[in-house]
């Protein structure tokens, strides 16, 4: 019914910046609480960023001053501007929704496929 798609991954050296972007497609559902995930190589998915109902964003403390997530609801997107990246921040990213539809009146959590982010120089 919703698909997640992540976009804006790719190639940066340290102390640079990148914006991932996650777009949610579908008919007839509004979005809850919305988060990013990163999962490193022999490592477990962690919580980076997350964007609650009630416009509370909570941060991992690993990324807290150089990380910041945001909404446009309008469009059905979500946002990660990453900035003074380290090459601790390598990892798959993913997007991840509360999805309430409008017909069935349940909410569902989706995943995106993930994007990759890498910092090296």
């Known amino acids: 019914q919703v698909q997640l798609v992540e976009s804006g991954g790719g190639l940066v050296e340290p102390g640079g910046s990148l914006r991932l972007s996650c777009a949610a497609s579908?008919?007839?559902?509004?979005?809850?609480?919305v988060g990013w995930y990163r999962q490193a190589p022999g490592k477990e998915r962690e919580l980076v960023a997350q964007?609650?109902?009630?416009?509370?964003?909570n941060y991992a403390d690993s990324v807290q001053g150089r990380f910041t997530i945001s909404r446009d609801n309008a469009k059905n997107t979500v946002h990660l501007q990453m900035n003074s990246l380290k090459p601790e921040d390598t990892a798959i990213y993913y997007c991840?929704?509360?999805?309430?539809?409008?017909?069935?009146?349940?909410?569902?959590?989706?995943w995106g496929r993930g994007t990759q982010v890498t910092v090296s120089s």
């Open positions: 964007f609650t109902t009630n416009g509370r964003t």
């Open positions: 579908g008919t007839s559902f509004r979005i809850g609480t």
């Open positions: 991840n929704a509360d999805i309430i539809s409008r017909v069935y009146l349940t909410s569902r959590n989706y």
